[in-house]
């Protein structure tokens, strides 16, 4: 039975949340994303995932017993069509070891190489991580040219920092298989391999040492260097892992630079929101100072002239009782005497004054 990343290197969890993170892969997310730019539309009705499928491979004497899903209908990595398993035809060989060690080979090899599904190409796992890093740079690039002057969107800054950390926490978990299947190799190969530090000649005496064969029945040397030959590909099978494992390292190097990188410009992205925010501050705070001052202006006008107006206006009424204050000119004409008017005029405004004065202070003690 195949197994998602998640389950493989979370086998505890439970299934509601295995099924939250295997919809939320990164290879899900990009392949969906890539489809949607090219094509316009989702081409794939079954969502890509990264499956771990499991090879058992029995040993019994001269005999290899082999299980692998070598299709499935709901998996990225498989194709509908069928096709051979392992390779057609098996290589026969001596040795039963060197049978398990290339069934190993290939699947590791298998690795590097990209898939087709519902008449859809898809390239190495790998190749997917690698693309969906520069995908992201390219996307906090537009999203600091687009939204330069605006505030900062903490959703979609949250969702960069998400796919980021996704990227780097399913680099290790594929790290992870591979050092499993490093190790298993490596058993095997320090266990079964006769070819590593012998000539054909030494390995078939050390064979007929061992009783593994018969003069009659023993194998040629051109059938040893043929074995040898074949042990180079189980060895470069383990060469290939520690390649996958050099650039897993190097990929997530890559997305920790691309994490810290983002940060700082997210970060400076805050920093030049709050820098626009205090200018506009401090221009409200100019703003309301120049209307301050100018309602300060009208109100010592109104203040000031509000009552000389009433006065003019009064004293420009014929009332009886400010006929005394009246004397007559030169020419015979009754008139107010400036100096009075002018005493007058000031005990009032020092009146209004004084009032308003008492009610602003008396207004501030009660607040």
Not at 270 to 298: C, H, N, P, W, Y
Request: hydrophobic letters at 40%.
């Amino acid at each position: 039975m195949e197994r998602t990343l998640d389950e493989a290197y979370y086998p505890g969890l439970g299934r509601e949340i295995l099924k939250l993170r295997n919809k939320d892969q990164v290879v899900t997310r990009s392949v969906k994303s890539q489809m949607l730019r090219e094509r316009g539309q989702e081409t794939i009705k079954l969502s890509p995932i990264v499956l771990v499928p499991q090879l058992w491979l029995w040993r019994l004497d001269d005999i290899v017993v082999s299980a692998f899903p070598e299709r499935e209908n709901i998996s990225l990595w498989h194709t509908e069509a069928p096709r051979s398993l392992y390779m057609n035809p098996v290589v026969e060989t001596v040795s039963p070891d060197l049978q398990l060690g290339l069934i190993i080979a290939y699947h590791v090899e298998e690795f590097a190489n990209g898939y087709q599904n519902l008449n859809v190409t898809f390239p190495p796992v790998l190749n997917i991580f690698e693309t969906e890093v520069v995908s992201i740079l390219s996307e906090v690039d537009n999203y600091m040219r687009v939204s330069k002057s605006s505030l900062p969107n903490i959703e979609v800054e949250s969702g960069f920092m998400h796919d980021i950390s996704d990227i780097r926490d399913e680099l290790a978990m594929i790290q992870d298989v591979l050092s499993q299947q490093e190790d298993v190799l490596a058993d095997l190969v320090d266990d079964a391999d006769p070819t590593r530090n012998i000539t054909s000649e030494e390995m078939f005496c050390k064979l007929m040492a061992d009783g593994n064969v018969d003069k009659e029945h023993s194998p040629s040397s051109a059938q040893f260097d043929q074995e040898a030959a074949l042990w180079e590909r189980v060895h470069h099978a383990q060469k290939s892992l520690v390649q996958y494992r050099k650039r897993i390292e190097k990929i997530d190097r890559d997305a920790e630079r691309l994490q810290q990188l983002v940060q700082s410009k997210l970060d400076l992205k805050r920093t030049f929101a709050s820098m626009q925010q205090a200018e506009t501050s401090i221009q409200e705070a100019r703003d309301s100072k120049l209307l301050s001052l100018v309602v300060i202006g009208f109100t010592i006008v109104t203040i000031i002239f509000t009552p000389l107006s009433f006065m003019v206006g009064l004293f420009a009424l014929d009332i009886d009782q400010l006929s005394g204050l009246k004397r007559s000119d030169e020419g015979g004409t009754d008139v107010y005497s400036g100096s009075t008017l002018a005493g007058i005029f000031s005990k009032l405004e020092h009146l209004t004054l004084s009032t308003n004065a008492t009610l602003i202070l008396t207004v501030s003690q009660s607040e």
